[in-house]
């Protein structure tokens, strides 16, 4: 009998990466954006010369998109000193969405741009819309990583990109002195 090689299995990342119509290596596509206040623009006058630039898909309705936010705010001056423009990309579809009031409710002040249905169907593969995803881009708007989810190992790749080595721990609560009951 021939022997037979089995496949290694998928990676989690490999298999997140079938859903999408963007690969790492191949360029981002092109498609219209809007700002929040209804000005027309494109994925391609995000890039700037130099700079690679870290994309996050979200909507209103997504709870880790709410926790991750607020975090990669407080990495923004971090990633642009690095290099790095950071800029939101809203997938609502609801006309009715309130995204400026969420972006003050959670105190978001990078750029961000709503694509809606145009920005999903240039992403996803599949009906199902996987958010937060992070897309990191270089100056000519070519795909290098995807970080999809909010967990501990995309909070490691974020604090990576930041130049953040280690993340950082929470502070122990003090023990309280030691006293001599013995007196």
């Given amino acids: 009998l021939g022997k037979t090689q089995l496949l290694d299995p998928l990676t989690k990342a490999e298999i997140f990466a079938r859903g999408l119509k963007i ?23 995000q890039f700037r010369a130099g700079r690679q630039t870290l994309i996050n898909i979200w909507a209103t309705w997504c709870i880790p998109c709410a926790t991750e936010m607020p975090e990669l705010q407080k990495m923004q001056p971090r990633l642009a000193a690095r290099g790095i423009d950071l800029i939101g990309i809203n997938v609502d579809t609801e006309p009715n969405a309130k995204i400026k009031n969420f972006l003050l409710a959670k105190r978001i002040g990078y750029r961000n741009l709503t694509g809606g249905v145009t920005a999903i169907e240039q992403i996803y593969a599949t009906d199902e819309l996987t958010v937060p995803l992070s897309i990191l881009v270089d100056e000519k708007g070519i795909v290098r990583d995807l970080i999809p989810g909010w967990s501990a190992e995309t909070r490691r790749k974020f604090n990576d990109l930041a130049g953040d080595e280690q993340i950082k721990t929470a502070v122990q609560p003090k023990k309280p002195p030691k006293t001599n009951r013995n007196r």
């Fill in 23 to 45: 690969e790492i290596g191949k360029p981002l596509p092109n498609f219209a954006l809007k700002t929040v206040n209804g000005v027309k623009s494109s994925m391609q006058k």
